[in-house]
């Protein structure tokens, strides 16, 4: 069966406090992996896809990194914007379809 | 308008009740989608719909129907729910759903917050 954990579930930062949240899978036949970020009141917004170990993906303070068996999105130097809810998919192919498999999500909070 | 849109925004039903949440996409998609996403727990994929034909049922009960007119617009139809079918309910479109549709990502509209008396 396939999983996605992602840590920790809730982080707090100072503003200008770099950190990394992690999404860990355990799936095969792994065709992308997504990160999206979500808003109070919002459906997630794509943030990056990733397809082999070794790829990084940048955005702004975002950075997002991905091994066989794990990935991270690094933040530096966040600022109260970067406040969301984000989280982590792995896309597999069963029976010719496509399967997204999400994380419950990691809760960043910035503080000024 | 771009993106995923749906209505309404907010939803307050009885367990007697009918009603109908609506998807738009305007984004040239050929592939649809109903997710649930409930407090501490990750999205779960509910129906795929690939060029208007359901492609994928998550054993979701049958209170919840589903209706893809065309590619544009996805429809979730709801009858005689129960308390645990409060949550939120996402809908996303993508190129499509096959290896062909590969190395797209699934946008996402806002979601009806449904709330079940």
New interface residues.
């Given amino acids: 069966e396939d999983q996605v954990t992602q840590s920790p579930e809730a982080l707090r930062l100072q503003e200008g406090e770099s950190s990394s949240l992690n999404c860990s899978y355990t799936v095969s036949g792994l065709r992308g992996l997504f990160w999206y970020r979500q808003d109070p009141g919002k459906g997630p917004e794509f943030l990056f896809t990733l397809y082999s170990a070794g790829e990084e993906k940048e955005k702004e303070r975002l950075k997002a990194t991905l091994t066989k068996k794990e990935s991270f999105l690094h933040i530096t130097a966040p600022k109260p914007e970067d406040s969301a809810t984000y989280l982590c998919a792995v896309r597999v192919f069963r029976f010719g379809n496509e399967k997204l498999t999400f994380g419950t999500g990691t809760r960043l909070t910035i503080i000024p | 308008e771009t993106g995923?849109t749906?209505t309404p925004r907010h939803l307050v039903m009885g367990m007697t009740n009918k009603k109908s949440l609506k998807c738009e996409q305007h984004l040239g998609h050929n592939a649809m989608y109903w997710y649930k996403q409930s407090a501490?727990?990750?999205?779960e994929?509910m129906f795929?719909y690939?060029f208007k034909e359901q492609?994928?049922n998550n054993s979701v009960p049958s209170r919840f129907s589903p209706e893809c007119p065309n590619s544009s617009h996805l429809f979730l139809h709801l009858h005689t729910l129960q308390p645990e079918d409060s949550a939120l309910y996402?809908c996303?479109s993508?190129r499509g759903?096959?290896?062909g549709?590969?190395?797209q990502?699934?946008?996402?509209?806002?979601?009806t917050?449904l709330s079940i008396l």
Wanted: aromatic share 4%.
């Fill in positions: 995923v749906q501490k727990k990750p999205l994929l795929v690939n492609t994928e996402l996303a993508s759903t096959g290896i549709g590969a190395n990502p699934q946008h996402f509209g806002d979601g917050r």
